[in-house]
């Protein structure tokens, strides 16, 4: 099952870079993780109770993920950071299944 799941996922990756290279777009860059792959990194890194400002977990783990500064730099068309994104969306769904907590704003623990 794991390796039709695997091939089903090459496949769709192989077909965004058909449509991207007929369309004339950049090739997408895959080395920014998705969402679902920040969870786990992000929660270890909250696991200490401590408070932290989002954006010093976003920087924490854009070293540990070894993002290029053009990474770390990529926006999404509405202007915001590729990554602060994945991160926020992250930030979220674990707070929505108990397992992050963040009292105000920007802060997370």
């Given at each position: 099952m794991q390796a039709r799941h695997k091939r089903v996922e090459s496949e769709a990756n192989q077909a965004n870079m058909l449509v991207n290279k007929i369309l004339g777009f950049e090739a997408i860059n895959m080395a920014i993780p998705d969402y679902q792959?920040?969870?786990?990194?992000?929660?270890?890194?909250?696991?200490?109770?401590?408070?932290?400002?989002?954006?010093?977990?976003?920087?924490?783990?854009?070293?540990?993920?070894?993002?290029?500064?053009?990474?770390r730099k990529e926006t999404l068309p509405r202007g915001k950071r590729i990554f602060v994104d994945r991160v926020g969306w992250a930030r979220s769904y674990l707070k929505k299944a108990g397992l992050l907590n963040y009292p105000s704003g920007a802060v997370s623990r």
């Open positions: 792959t920040v969870m786990l990194p992000l929660l270890r890194l909250m696991s200490d109770g401590k408070e932290r400002q989002i954006r010093d977990a976003v920087n924490t783990l854009t070293d540990r993920f070894k993002l290029t500064e053009v990474e």
